[in-house]
């Protein structure tokens, strides 16, 4: 996968386009591909500055989590659902999640469901 390259260098190509070279020439000086430096120079343009988007990150969220207080109050009405039980409402509603999704749901906002009461420790027999 291919890096970012860094904001130093993207400020130089700039600067080398507004100093008279063409953007390819620019390019060519600064081991960039020539089509970089144009992006560049139109983001520059719009924006005043050439400034990378941010990469990585979550960017599907978003549906499931739009449907937070629905699976909350699902949960809450009946603790010990399993997470195929709380797919199949959300289905319905014409959202496709899948068990993967629902789990990382419950992770990152912390909803942790134990479905065993905990019981004391017994040194002579195992609990469970």
Do not use: Y
Not at 46 to 74: C, M, N, T
Request: aromatic residues 4%; proline residues 3%.
């Amino acid at each position: 996968m291919a890096r970012t390259l860094s904001q130093d260098l993207r400020d130089r190509v700039i600067a080398a386009i507004g100093g008279g070279l063409s953007c390819r020439a620019a390019a060519d000086r600064f081991g960039v591909s020539a089509s970089s430096a144009i992006r560049w120079r139109q983001l520059a343009l719009q924006h005043g500055r050439a400034v990378a988007k941010p990469r990585g990150g979550d960017r599907h969220s978003g549906r499931i989590d739009a449907r937070g207080s629905f699976i909350r109050e699902l949960v809450a009405e009946q603790g010990d659902i399993s997470l195929v039980e709380i797919q199949a409402p959300l289905v319905e509603l014409g959202v496709s999640v899948g068990i993967g999704t629902l789990h990382r749901f419950f992770v990152r906002h912390g909803i942790t469901r134990k479905k065993r009461p905990g019981t004391r420790s017994n040194k002579t027999a195992p609990t469970s």
